[in-house]
């Protein structure tokens, strides 16, 4: 099998990778000489030199991608980690490379060089790894280079396990069974026998079997057999996952995180973080602004449309609760008349006796809305997120419809994924939770731009707007 044959192929990897930088930094040298009229130059480093330092970068190179893991076998690692690793191993060792060649000597190397050469080899290198990666996936569809893998479970996790990596054969991760907890753990549907129990681990994965790896599939209240597992397990040498029960008790991001070096599960949480929080905020900042520019003078025009229809404000002030149960005011062009809630709070209807001549046609075509380009340049709110309810109503939802409040895990927005795909006016609060909840777990800027697009071209013309 080609797994008896690793360290050839790691150090294979090696050396291809060193062939590439070599050849990668060739080309940067080329390039980088081939055209002065473009890129000019005072003069040509010499040649013992550049070869020099075109040595010192091929076994740079490869030396970084070792200590970083990154000819370690990994086949669980997706394509974007793999090119991530890869670009940061080109760029650890341009820096090294900089920083030696700056001390070695009065003049520094041309740092374009090294710099195209980095971003080249990333490209050839990646490239590489992506060809390699998809001739693995074929050799292992067929049978070659598998893993043989034993479950520890019998349950329907476990059954589970089992059939997602019967599903993904290019993983070359092949189930020879299962292992039972106890004699009386209820069984999924497996599709492997059940080859013994935790009691006989060690006869099980021996040397003699063949076992790579055994996955922990187990119940939250079973994994008290860990422990005895692992006293076993630690003999013998064989990989050991633990497939978390815990995400059964997940309600929103479900992820591993680190807290202080300690590995954490997180069972509720946002994605909207970090640099992923700045980009969404310059992202409402600039296009909100540049909206409230080219709207201004359709603005201007329905201000005095509704103040010529009749007594009144022009703009429809309501309390909102948003991002973590925070309450701001919302700015709305009046839609109603005047005295409207004079009764109390009240949700809308497709024939809203409360709403003017005028008004029935801002909300049908959403132009009631355009003042909260207003909110979102404050910060109330964002271009897209979930629709703010008022207090009065949330109250009564939070009851009755679970997960409810975990749309105050992000801003409120004037758009959201649920309004995109007809949850508008008086329709099903728990499908629209729902699809809420959906937007905030798969979030990213390129969702947020294609709710806008949509929004635009056809979103504000919602039949349940009114």
Not at 53 to 70: D, N, Y
Not at 287 to 298: I, R
Request: aromatic share 8%; glycine share 10%.
């Amino acid at each position: 099998m080609l797994k008896r044959h690793h360290r050839f192929f790691q150090t294979a990897q090696v050396v291809r990778d060193a062939l590439l930088v070599g050849i990668s930094f060739w080309i940067a040298y080329v390039l980088r000489f081939s055209l002065p009229e473009l890129i000019p130059y005072g003069s040509i480093s010499p040649r013992s030199e550049t070869l020099w330092v075109g040595t010192t970068l091929v076994v740079l190179w490869p030396a970084v991608g070792w200590l970083s893991g990154l000819y370690v076998s990994r086949r669980l690692r997706g394509v974007g980690e793999e090119l991530f690793d890869v670009a940061k191993v080109s760029v650890i060792a341009f820096m090294l490379l900089v920083t030696l060649t700056y001390f070695v000597r009065d003049e520094r190397f041309s740092r374009g060089i090294l710099l195209l050469g980095s971003v080249i080899s990333v490209g050839m290198v990646g490239s590489a790894r992506m060809l390699a990666r998809g001739l693995l996936r074929a050799l292992r569809s067929r049978g070659l280079n598998l893993r043989h893998v034993v479950v520890v479970g019998t349950g329907e996790m476990a059954a589970r396990v089992a059939r997602t990596l019967h599903n993904q054969a290019s993983l070359g991760m092949r189930v020879v069974g299962f292992i039972s907890a106890d004699e009386g753990e209820p069984e999924g549907r497996l599709d492997a026998p059940v080859i013994g129990t935790v009691g006989e681990l060690g006869r099980l994965v021996g040397p003699s079997r063949g076992i790579d790896q055994v996955i922990v599939a187990l119940p939250i209240e079973r994994l008290g057999v860990l422990r005895e597992m692992m006293e076993v397990l630690s003999h013998e040498p064989v990989d050991v996952r633990v497939v978390p029960d815990f995400y059964q008790y997940a309600t929103l991001c479900g992820s591993i995180d680190e807290l202080a070096g300690m590995p954490v599960i997180n069972l509720q949480d946002t994605p909207l973080i970090g640099w992923n929080l700045v980009a969404k905020r310059a992202f409402d900042v600039v296009a909100s602004a540049v909206g409230l520019l080219l709207v201004s003078p359709l603005l201007a025009l329905i201000a005095a449309a509704i103040r010529l229809e009749g007594r009144g404000p022009v703009l429809y002030l309501q309390e909102r609760v948003g991002m973590d149960g925070r309450r701001f005011t919302m700015v709305k062009f009046r839609s109603m008349r005047a005295d409207a809630e004079q009764g109390g709070a009240a949700m809308a209807t497709p024939d809203d006796e409360r709403r003017t001549r005028l008004g029935a046609w801002l909300r049908r075509l959403s132009l009631d809305e355009l003042p909260q380009l207003w909110n979102v340049l404050r910060g109330d709110m964002s271009l897209v997120g979930p629709r703010p309810e008022r207090p009065c109503f949330i109250d009564y939802f939070k009851r009755e419809i679970p997960r409810y409040a975990l749309r105050h895990k992000i801003k409120a927005g004037m758009t959201g994924w649920a309004q995109i795909n007809g949850m508008r006016g008086n329709t099903s609060i728990a499908k629209r939770v729902e699809l809420d909840l959906y937007y905030i777990e798969h979030w990213s800027l390129l969702l947020d731009v294609k709710i806008l697009l949509r929004t635009l071209f056809g979103g504000f013309l919602s039949p349940n707007a009114y």
